[in-house]
């Protein structure tokens, strides 16, 4: 039904589709009626944005009035995530560890990722808090739901949940279309490194968080799942735990073949060789440790696929890994968008 026949449908039910036709003919020509009707035109039902809803990784369910215009993420992958769906206009706060992609450095700290400060929060007038969902914020949650303040808490520790998000953002953003595109395109470059390495030989690896004591990753990690599709494999793939402490007899009984030491921003451990016990390593002893990123690779985020590539280059230096613009392409198209919020 037209918008005409919509208010000949409340205004004058009882007449027969004729008549209806022969009085709108009359009522809009009538310089009268003229204003009255044009009101009730004005004052039609339109299409509205659907009020999106979500729920937390918490279990709490978030309702929000409208799209949010002024979001302040303290989850560095979040914030990333924004921007590749085109949406980091959005942003109007961000923690001291976003730092990626480099034009988020223009929008206002309002300092850590846990604990949040409130005051610093609130005042970047926020209509969405994105948080970690971990015991160090349950106190931040609850002060943002007693001020009533929108608050996400969401975790993301592991690809499953790097999905989840990004379709969540799509949900809460009115961008759908664009998060179910980006994630196929983050899958695609997975399955290509995949691809790429399952013919070729895995060797045993150890994956060094950090020393003293030694840390690693369990098969809890989203980095026991990368270094598999990377075309390695985790020598404690069997602890469940995403960061084990381990001992320093259980990795030379284990015996890796390449030891990975992050390096970078959040890397600097002392090298294996310079420990002390660690020359009983195979890997250490014959001079495989190789460094990796860590600014790359210690972020569940939208360059996860190159995260997966750069480690198959290190596990794999022999093989010509090409780059990819899968996941790139997917970014710029969504920046390019003239779309508005």
């Not at 890796?256 to 090298?271: H, K, M, Q």
């Not at 696929?305 to 280059?313: C, H, I, N, P």
């Amino acid at each position: 039904m037209g918008e005409a026949g919509s208010i000949a449908g409340s205004v004058i039910p009882a007449l027969s589709r004729e008549r209806t036709g022969f009085l709108l003919s009359r009522i809009f020509t009538s310089g009268a009626l003229a204003p009255y009707l044009w009101g009730l035109v004005i004052a039609a039902p339109v299409c509205a944005q659907p009020a999106p809803s979500t729920t937390d990784d918490l279990g709490r369910v978030l309702q929000l009035n409208a799209p949010p215009t002024r979001i302040v993420s303290l989850v560095p992958a979040i914030t990333e995530l924004l921007y590749a769906l085109g949406e980091g206009d959005r942003l109007v706060g961000r923690s001291v560890w976003d730092d990626q992609p480099a034009q988020v450095l223009d929008v206002p700290s309002v300092g850590d990722a846990l604990r949040a400060d409130a005051e610093r929060v609130l005042a970047r007038n926020p209509d969405l808090v994105i948080l970690y969902a971990g015991s160090d914020n349950a106190r931040s949650v609850e002060q943002f739901e007693r001020l009533g303040v929108p608050a996400l808490a969401i975790r993301i520790d592991d690809l499953a949940d790097l999905r989840r998000n990004t379709l969540r953002l799509g949900v809460l953003l009115d961008r759908d279309e664009r998060a179910i595109e980006l994630w196929a395109a983050i899958d695609r470059e997975l399955d290509a490194v995949g691809a790429a390495t399952a013919g070729l030989e895995h060797p045993d690896v150890y994956y060094d968080i950090a020393w003293p004591p030694a840390i690693t990753v369990g098969s809890g990690s989203y980095l026991d799942t990368l270094i598999a599709i990377a075309g390695g494999r985790n020598i404690f793939h069997d602890l469940g735990t995403p960061s084990p402490q381990v001992s320093l007899e259980a990795i030379v009984s284990r015996s890796p073949e390449i030891v990975l030491l992050p390096g970078g921003v959040d890397g600097g451990s002392v090298a294996p060789r310079q420990r002390p016990g660690w020359d009983a390593v195979t890997a250490v002893r014959e001079g495989s440790v190789r460094t990796v990123d860590a600014a790359l690779l210690h972020r569940l985020g939208p360059r996860i696929g190159e995260a997966a590539r750069s480690l198959a280059r290190a596990l794999h230096p022999e093989v010509p890994f090409p780059e990819s613009t899968e996941t790139g392409s997917t970014r710029r198209s969504a920046d390019d968008s003239d779309d508005s919020p």
